[in-house]
């Protein structure tokens, strides 16, 4: 089993839809989460972190269960500049604060 | 500070030949990675260095990968004998060991090094 799954999509939604997408990950030991967010041949940028609580900024909310080792991220009212590939992320704990990214998920917002 | 840079942006060689790529990352950062990434996959981690050690390099992709960090500042990736299969981007990371967690540890990426083998 891969450390990290995500669905490639890609997720085609209309602007102003809500959109969800999930990501498994396989070590228990994982501790820190994270959504990146990549344009097309650009490098990943932080888009938010993940807490056990349930987190939001603006539009997006990011969850995380621990009992089912997922996480998730919500977009609501969709817009174009949304289109872009999200990343999830997870650091392990042991102090190597090492990222291992999943395959990311492709998002494209039409109008 | 001008966040993490890589040299060269572009890279086109020969199958055989060595390639080197440098990154400058944040200077107040003392951790460094590097990551290849394919089409269509995320960031496949390298190896890492807190200051100048390298402190995780089992998962560089064959003994043709090294990577230096020689003062604690800049690095290099180098890749000898150079196989078409080495085509990918290169992406290099900084953060701090000191930034705290809700802010990402701090991860910031370069812009990466897209290497093609012909």
């Known amino acids: 089993r891969k450390e990290v799954e995500q669905d490639p999509g890609p997720f085609n939604v209309p602007e102003g839809a809500t959109v969800a997408f999930n990501c498994t990950y396989s070590n228990s030991a994982s501790q820190s989460f994270f959504w990146y967010r990549q344009d097309c041949r650009k490098e990943p940028k932080l888009l938010m972190s993940v807490y056990s609580s349930g987190n939001e900024d603006g539009r997006f909310t990011a969850q995380l269960n621990r009992a089912s080792q997922y996480i998730s991220l919500l977009i609501r009212d969709s817009k174009l500049s949304d289109s872009a590939t999200y990343l999830c992320?997870?650091?392990?704990?042991?102090?190597?604060?090492?990222?291992?990214f999943g395959r990311g998920t492709s998002l494209i917002v039409h109008p | 500070d001008t966040g993490v840079s890589q040299d060269p942006r572009h890279k086109i060689t020969k199958r055989g030949q060595n390639v080197t790529f440098r990154c400058d990352p944040i200077?107040?950062?003392?951790?460094l990675y590097w990551y290849r990434q394919t089409l269509g996959q995320g960031p496949e981690f390298l190896t890492y260095?807190?200051?100048?050690?390298?402190?995780?390099k089992s998962r560089l992709l064959s003994d043709r990968f090294s990577a230096e960090r020689p003062k604690g500042s800049f690095s290099t990736l180098e890749i000898q004998r150079t196989e078409q299969g080495d085509s990918a981007m290169y992406l290099c990371?900084?953060?701090?060991?000191?930034?705290?967690?809700?802010?990402?540890?701090?991860?910031?990426f370069g812009s990466g090094t897209r290497l093609t083998v012909v």
């Open positions: 260095f807190q200051n100048e050690a390298q402190l995780e």
């Open positions: 990371a900084s953060s701090s060991s000191s930034r705290p967690r809700d802010r990402g540890y701090g991860y910031t």
């Open positions: 200077s107040e950062h003392n951790r």
């Open positions: 992320v997870f650091v392990s704990s042991g102090g190597s604060y090492i990222p291992t």
